[in-house]
């Protein structure tokens, strides 16, 4: 499926989980602190979903627009 970052932004959050689901390759998982932050990728671009442990709630899903961000989720 190709998909641009702006394109998925217009999707509320329960489709663009269903969107990652479907079309997204997992390529990392964290535990930091009460959270599973998970880093998607899907077309050309990646998505973070940070899920509370606590509440078993999901706090965001967004595409990352600066990649570097990968390089400090790989150090943690």
């Known amino acids: 499926m190709k ?3 702006g394109e ?3 999707f509320n959050r329960t489709t663009r989980l269903q969107l990652l689901k479907e079309f997204g390759k997992n390529i ?3 535990k930091i ?3 599973v932050i998970s ?3 899907i077309s050309n671009f990646y998505v973070e979903v ?3 442990l606590d509440s078993h709630q999901l706090e ?3 595409p990352l ?3 570097r961000i990968l390089d400090v989720y790989d150090t943690l």
Do not use: A, G, P, S
Request: charged residues 40%.
């Open 8 to 10: 998925f932004c217009q």
């Open 60 to 62: 965001k899903v967004e």
């Open 50 to 52: 940070y899920e509370n």
């Open 3 to 5: 998909l641009t970052r």
């Open 65 to 67: 627009w600066n990649m």
């Open 33 to 35: 602190r009460m959270r």
């Open 39 to 41: 880093i998607y990728k």
């Open 28 to 30: 990392l998982e964290k």
